[in-house]
């Protein structure tokens, strides 16, 4: 097939803030009040108009640079490198509104294909430049803030000039895409075919393919679709000593799997320049739906129950009672009953046939084991603030609360206490009045993922206060045995605790593989390698 590229296009993120600027809304003024009574009144607005410290790459390194890449290709204008600098996390948001840009790239590069990522990083290598792979630049994990010691300077390799469909494979079902496409003009161009990628994160308005695979993604609808690795059946990556083409068939017992080495690398051991997924056609009919459970504990049950009998829904999620009764996504439903129990949003999609089919079954199941159905208007609700939660975060942290999340996962014998024991650090370490909300994300027959929301007053120090909640939780993540991330990545945040997960031995394997993609280190580095 002839590349097509997306029919729509997509708004670029404010620097200081989540998402389209236009998107962006202050709290309402019933939600504004219960906020000040929770954590006081305190105005925190953003700086504006801070710029970025002056360019660091020498003068004949520009120039070549733009020899290789063309100059068109090569911006070093205040606007653009603010607009790269770090990701979207509570504590990169803090920096920038803060007016603090000095982890500024010195110039962004836009490749327009494979072979200019292999040129680039053929010139990098040569002088010492480090590279920062850059997608929809949603990372939580300060997976964008490369160290520069030690190079000559740091270039944003920016894939947004790598955003087409490359192969359509309609018998097996696969398709080909570049990096630098996001969620919404994935969905456009397989859309225009009659498909579906079927992977929708809480950033899939602004996240990229490359992203996807970078990080291991899993999406909200990863009960009926998967995890966004599993998507995965090929992958190309240019790498500063090679190209890696690999998956040549949907399953192989040709050694390790290749593919996993670049899947969840977050751009440390090669830079992806095209995916191959698995696709599938798009739904004719979606219905959502909300059920209550007593207790977290009961609904988990009962989550475990459909995963294992094989009843999986296509979205399955589940807030634990304080974020059920404090639902920060919606302030107006705070309060709304003395005992709203545990909600619980189940979804299906398919055909006609296949969603009564499998809604019955469902509901069945769920009846028998203690849930009371509450019809589709909680579902409905979900659905149309599950990209909003962000914005929301912004308006918070104009009134100076602290809001951020993490997540984990754990074997479902373990996930009372993990919920028990994260909670318990949060909140010995922000105090009484923080709020520590949590709801099972993603499911699998031999456990789940808890993803958990934290508000708090900011106090003088947010990124010190923040920092110190984040190692506390994270150290009870790992006691119990957990993972310190499920679908968020390790970036540069989660780096001590990484290591201890994979042990020395891992750190070695590490190092090796990174030594022999990247002998100079130029990729990312200090992100993912310990």
């Not at 010492?128 to 964008?144: E, H």
């Not at 593919?259 to 739904?283: D, I, K, M, N, Y």
Request: contains cysteine.
């Amino acid at each position: 097939m002839t590349p097509q590229s997306p029919p729509v296009e997509t708004v670029e993120m404010h620097p200081q803030r989540w998402g389209d600027p236009d998107a962006a809304s202050d709290l309402p003024a019933s939600a504004l009040g219960l906020v000040e009574l929770a954590f006081g009144r305190h105005e925190t607005p953003a700086v504006l108009g801070a710029a970025p410290p002056p360019v660091a790459l020498a003068d004949d390194l520009l120039d070549g640079l733009r020899a290789v890449m063309g100059a068109e290709h090569v911006l070093t204008d205040d606007a653009t490198r603010a607009l790269r600098t770090r990701g979207k996390s509570t504590p990169d948001l803090l920096r920038a509104r803060a007016g603090d840009l000095t982890d500024a790239p010195d110039a962004v590069v836009r490749p327009g294909g494979h072979d200019d990522v292999v040129a680039l990083l053929a010139w990098a290598s040569e002088h010492r430049v480090a590279v920062v792979p850059f997608g929809g630049g949603t990372c939580v994990t300060g997976g964008l803030a490369a160290r520069r010691d030690g190079f000559a300077g740091l270039v944003n390799l920016d894939l947004v000039r790598m955003k087409r469909l490359l192969a359509l494979d309609e018998v097996s079902m696969t398709a080909t895409l570049e990096p630098g496409l996001r969620g919404p003009e994935v969905e456009a161009l397989l859309g225009a075919h009659g498909l579906t990628l079927g992977h929708f994160p809480q950033s899939y308005e602004h996240a990229s393919v490359g992203g996807f695979a970078a990080t291991r993604s899993s999406g909200q609808s990863s009960a009926g679709y998967g995890r966004f690795d599993a998507m995965v059946v090929g992958l190309t990556a240019a790498t500063p000593t090679g190209t890696l083409e690999l998956g040549s068939a949907p399953a192989s017992a040709a050694g390790p799997d290749l593919r996993q080495l670049l899947l969840g690398s977050e751009g440390a051991f090669g830079v992806l320049t095209s995916v191959t997924v698995r696709v599938r056609r798009a739904p004719e009919e979606t219905t959502y739906e909300g059920w209550r459970w007593p207790s977290f504990a009961a609904g988990s049950d009962a989550m475990r129950a459909l995963a294992q009998e094989g009843l999986l829904p296509t979205v399955l999620r589940l807030s634990d009672e304080d974020e059920t009764a404090l639902n920060l996504a919606d302030p107006s439903s705070i309060g709304a009953s003395d005992d709203p129990g545990c909600l619980m949003v189940v979804g299906h999609e398919g055909t006609p046939a296949q969603v009564a089919a499998r809604r019955a079954a469902v509901s069945e199941r769920l009846t028998a084991l203690g849930g009371t159905p509450l019809g589709p208007e909680p579902g409905q609700r979900w659905v149309e603030g599950r990209f909003h939660a962000p914005y929301l975060r912004d308006a918070l942290l104009d009134h100076g609360v602290l809001v951020e999340t993490m997540e984990t996962a754990t074997f479902w014998s373990q996930r009372e206490r993990l919920h028990a024991e994260v909670r318990a650090a949060l909140r010995a370490t922000l105090g009484d009045g923080a709020l520590v909300l949590c709801h099972v994300s993603h499911v699998y027959e031999t456990g789940c993922s808890l993803y958990f929301t934290v508000a708090a007053p900011q106090g003088e120090d947010p990124l010190a206060r923040w920092a110190a909640a984040k190692a506390a939780a994270s150290d009870a993540i790992l006691a119990a045995g957990a993972t310190i991330t499920h679908h968020h990545a390790v970036g540069t945040d989660h780096l001590p605790w990484f290591a201890r997960e994979v042990g020395d031995v891992g750190v070695r394997v590490l190092r090796a593989v990174k030594a022999e993609l990247d002998p100079a280190g130029i990729l990312n580095p200090g992100v993912l390698v310990p």
